[in-house]
């Protein structure tokens, strides 16, 4: 996602001001009833990173109305904590368009902030993935259910040391026996989309999780 991107949005999202200089925005987010009704507001803070694209931008309240609280996905400094980031970097690798970053990462993350402060839920509806190295884990375990920390070891493993493409005909890392190109090849292929790095920072961490 640009800069460039950042607009209006239908009635959800009123963009107010926009700093080309420092890459920031600044909008109004509005929650709406079914019936189109406003429920709350919240004046929002964008920032941009203009050197990856594959980020959303950081997200805070201009004026703090919900608690910085890591349990709420709310950093200390303010930003929002909206999406895992993985699930981050491979939405704007597809091409998420800002309208699609409102409707479903912002606004149902601030609707469920809302409706958390109202008293109506005391969770996520949309799930939540747990904090840092539990998050990572809680990640890859849902990639590959009922899988062992020691072969999600071998295949970040496998990920990060070979090219993933349909021409090797290699026996998937999983243990099935199967060919890879008939097994996990489409989610080897996504993963190893994210860049080595973010392979080996996650190997690293699941790793220090099977030595503790």
Known sequence: MTFDDIKSVDNKFLLL???????????????????????ASFLLKLVVDPKDK????KVSEVVPTLPFDEDRHINQDGTFCMAMIHREILLCMRGL?????????????????????????????MGEYEHKEKGI???YQELF??????????????IG????????????????????????????????????????????????????
């Open 17 to 39: 001001e926009i700093n080309h200089s420092y890459y920031t925005a600044t909008g109004l987010l509005i929650i709406r009833n079914l019936n189109g009704d406003q429920l």
């Open 54 to 57: 594959h980020k959303f931008p």
């Open 97 to 125: 368009t800002f309208d699609e970053f409102v409707n479903i990462i912002m606004y149902p993350f601030l609707t469920n902030q809302y409706l958390i402060e109202i008293g109506e839920v005391d969770t996520f509806l």
């Open 137 to 139: 884990l809680q990640y």
């Open 145 to 158: 259910p009922g899988f062992t920390l020691e072969q999600l070891l071998s295949i970040l493993a496998f």
């Open 161 to 212: 040391r070979h090219e993933i493409n349909r021409r090797q005909n290699v026996r998937c890392p999983c243990g099935s026996g199967r060919l890879m190109n008939y097994c996990h090849y489409d989610v080897f292929k996504e993963l190893k989309s994210m860049g080595k790095e973010r392979i080996l920072e996650d190997f690293a961490t699941l790793e220090l999780i099977y030595q503790g």
